[in-house]
């Protein structure tokens, strides 16, 4: 059965704090992973990674993913108030229909 | 404008009641798929459709039944079966071609009175 679980469960920072958000998977014909954020409702896509070492940026966010141990970490430098929001991890296997298993989420309160 | 709708925002059901959550995307995806998103949880698979006339069941089903009739519409039935529903549903879809991203709707949250 494909696994994803995420660190820490929840934390809480200040504003220009730097926090750092783990994701592992154990999943079978791994194709993708990828990180959403989730504020109040619908997840918003941030990042989907394929290759191994290659880091993905956007603004203050970054990403880099390790197939050979099975995780990624998601980086969020200077942080916001506005980057509080669940953020969660999800991997896609090469099973019909682009099925994902998402990881249980990292709850980040960034206090000003 | 594209995009995923979801109705109602808000559903209460009583006990032994079916009730249908909608979920209609104009982005002309093929692949659909509903989540269920428990407090504190990330979301769990409960079915996905690749093409229309044509679903599969996710990891727990179980209690939900969907059609897919027309490519823009993946109605979620949530029967009597399903003990516990009380959660926020989340609709997604996705173009089928390789490693394409999924997209959300806004989600309905369904109560049992």
């Known amino acids: 059965e494909d696994k994803v679980v995420q660190s820490p469960l929840s934390l809480v920072v200040h504003e220009g704090d730097t926090v750092t958000l783990n994701c592992s998977y154990e999943?079978?014909?791994?194709?993708?992973l990828l990180w959403y954020k989730q504020e109040k409702k619908a997840p918003t896509f941030l990042f989907m990674l394929t290759s191994s070492g290659i880091e993905k940026k956007s603004g203050r966010l970054s990403s880099i993913l390790d197939k050979k141990e099975l995780f990624s970490i998601l980086n969020i430098t200077a942080t916001q108030t506005g980057d509080s929001a669940v953020y969660l991890c999800a991997v896609e296997a090469t099973a019909a229909g682009n099925k994902l298993t998402f990881g249980g989420g990292t709850r980040v309160l960034v206090k000003p | 404008d594209g995009g995923i709708t979801q109705s109602p925002k808000y559903l209460f059901r009583k006990e032994g009641q079916n009730v249908t959550l909608s979920c209609e995307q104009n982005l002309n995806h093929d692949a659909m798929y509903w989540y269920r998103q428990d407090p504190g949880q990330g979301l769990r698979l409960i079915y996905y459709s690749q093409i229309v006339n044509d679903f599969q069941k996710g990891d727990i089903a179980e209690g939900y039944s969907v059609s897919r009739e027309k490519k823009e519409s993946f109605p979620l039935t949530v029967t009597s079966a399903q003990k516990n529903p009380t959660a926020f549903y989340l609709c997604?879809?996705?173009?089928?071609?390789?490693?394409?991203?999924?997209?959300f709707g806004p989600g309905t949250r369904l109560l049992v009175l």
């Open positions: 997604a879809s996705s173009r089928q071609t390789l490693q394409e991203t999924q997209y």
């Open positions: 999943v079978t014909n791994f194709r993708s």
